[in-house]
């Protein structure tokens, strides 16, 4: 038995800035149940798409009703795969996101499609589905419940992150290139990630910005 | 953002940025110019897949994309 979901929402960012701004997502304000983000396969295709896959690690936080019929050695660390299709030709992107680990006690997958919103050119639509199931005994369709509910409000945070690090890169510098702004606040933000998790200053003086 | 290899954050943060400004400047805008960050991509791939053993991340063998079969809707 599967729960499925599926929404479509819409970014106000163009494709390229918001294709830009979905590899600089973490950390954002929303985010704080992801402890680590590493990209572990990337390739160009002769058709020129780009194949990446990135591994995540977040927190698992599972309801207190639960826990007493889960294992108690259980992890509290989940780590789930995002496997991506970037297309600049078509100005589309495809992501499959679902969970390694815990996959017996609640698996849950997600597949987006980002594409130009069709009736705005400026922002960028983004189609969502997600699957949701469990193989827990007599507990499946609890699971799924709650799974379902939690996805949703994952999907709000997912958002919030987005829009927040689109909104930082968008500034205020109208007579820049997208690219050129986008570029420059990937730098800040690589920066400002940087001094804020090392309070390395003296490397930052060192490093020069155009 | 931390990698899951403890010692790799900084080889990560070294690639993510070559990658992300060959990927406004050049991938999004269709030109099909070399990618400049091999190395450094090389790098942290060497780092991170041992931290991936390591810890026992059960990544080997997922087929790309692997879960993307027609699924019923409801």
């Given at each position: 038995m599967v729960k499925y979901f599926s929404c479509v929402g819409f970014l106000k960012g163009t494709w390229d800035q918001v294709f830009a701004a979905f590899w600089q997502r973490y950390p954002n304000p929303?985010?704080?149940?992801?402890l680590t983000e590493d990209i572990v396969f990337r390739e160009v295709t002769p058709d020129n798409r780009l194949l990446s896959r990135r591994l995540l690690t977040k927190t698992s936080r599972a309801p207190r009703w639960a826990e007493k019929f889960l294992p108690s050695h259980m992890a509290r660390k989940a780590y789930i795969i995002e496997d991506s299709v970037v297309d600049s030709n078509n100005r589309t992107m495809v992501t499959l996101t679902w969970n390694i680990s815990h996959a017996r006690v609640m698996s849950v997958e997600e597949r987006c499609v980002y594409r130009v919103n069709p009736d705005n050119s400026n922002w960028t639509e983004i189609k969502r589905e997600a699957w949701i199931s469990s193989s827990l005994y007599g507990l499946s369709r609890a699971v799924q419940e709650f799974g379902l509910a939690r996805f949703k409000s994952s999907v709000t945070k997912t958002m919030k992150g987005f829009e927040y690090v689109l909104a930082k890169m968008q500034g205020e510098t109208p007579t820049r290139t997208l690219a050129e702004t986008a570029t420059e606040r990937a730098r800040e933000t690589a920066l400002a990630a940087k001094e804020k998790a090392k309070g390395?200053?003296?490397?930052a003086q060192k490093k020069q910005y155009v | 953002m931390n990698s899951v290899g403890e010692g790799c954050t900084e080889l990560k943060r070294e690639y993510d940025q070559c990658f992300n400004r060959w990927f406004a400047e050049k991938f999004l805008k269709g030109e099909?110019?070399?990618?400049p960050c091999?190395?450094?991509?090389?790098?942290?791939?060497?780092?991170v897949q041992k931290a991936i053993k390591e810890k026992d991340i059960p990544i080997d063998g997922v087929e790309f994309m692997g879960p993307n079969k027609e699924k019923p809707g409801s």
């Open positions: 929303y985010s704080n149940h992801v390395f200053a003296s490397q | 099909r110019s070399g990618d091999t190395e450094l991509f090389k790098q942290y791939q060497t780092c």
